[in-house]
């Protein structure tokens, strides 16, 4: 792996600086910066638990293959997001975890982690609620429809890769495969229900970029409380 520029060295939206982190401890706690190209693998399962990685800039996958060798995609991480929490637990990384788009990471060393932790309350209870959100993620995988299921998708993503605020517009860092795969449905049925979204004015797609036009409606969809054929 190569270090990556420079000016990722003190990067002032890093969760460490907002809680009352010195610069110096900040220093302390991180081992490396990590660019990784698309596609190009961060961690391996059964691989020793040493470090965390917080994301810096990009988008991260975590799945495991199949005896067929397909990928069950376990999840995605964005920027201000933690990867590797589930390793705490077991001392090896659970999933293989590849970048999607070019990637940095800050790679923590679980010690060096837990000393910051200790020294800054603040920043225990930003750590827990993050580790809890990233919990709750997800939890439209039991929805009963395709529809539901990508509807929720959408909307979550729209919140976490703009934290700030919801965004209606934004570019789909993955592919109808790795949606599929996530979803537990076929790149089909992803691409069916798209272009019902499409058809209803619900979204509009031009290549990767994604508009929500009518967000409210799609938020009903999520919830299972709006009745209209593109459920069907």
């Not at 939206?13 to 302390?28: I, V």
């Not at 709750?136 to 929805?143: F, K």
């Not at 509009?204 to 069907?232: M, R, W």
């Amino acid at each position: 792996m190569r270090s990556s520029l420079s000016h990722y060295s003190s990067c002032t939206s890093c969760m460490f600086t907002p809680f009352g982190t010195t610069e110096e401890q900040e220093n302390l706690a991180i081992k490396q910066y990590r660019t990784l190209e698309r596609k190009e693998v961060l961690c391996l399962p059964k691989h020793k638990f040493q470090s965390l990685y917080v994301i810096q800039h990009g988008v991260l996958k975590t799945y495991q293959a199949e005896v067929d060798g397909k990928e069950l995609i376990r999840g995605f991480y964005f920027a201000g997001e933690i990867l590797g929490y589930e390793a705490i637990y077991t001392g090896h990384y659970l999933f293989s975890a590849a970048a999607l788009t070019e990637t940095v990471v800050c790679e923590v060393p679980y010690e060096n982690f837990l000393e910051l932790l200790h020294s800054n309350p603040e920043l225990q209870k930003r750590i827990l609620y993050l580790i809890s959100r990233q919990l709750n993620i997800g939890s439209y995988l039991v929805s009963s429809t395709a529809a539901q299921r990508l509807a929720a998708f959408l909307i979550d993503l729209s919140v976490r890769l703009h934290p700030s605020e919801i965004k209606r517009e934004f570019i789909l860092p993955m592919s109808r495969q790795d949606i599929g795969n996530y979803l537990r449905l076929t790149a089909e049925t992803i691409s069916r229900v798209f272009s019902r979204f499409q058809k209803n004015k619900i979204i509009a797609i031009n290549h990767k970029k994604v508009y929500l036009k009518q967000p409210e409606k799609l938020k009903q969809i999520a919830d299972g409380l709006l009745a209209t054929p593109i459920l069907l």
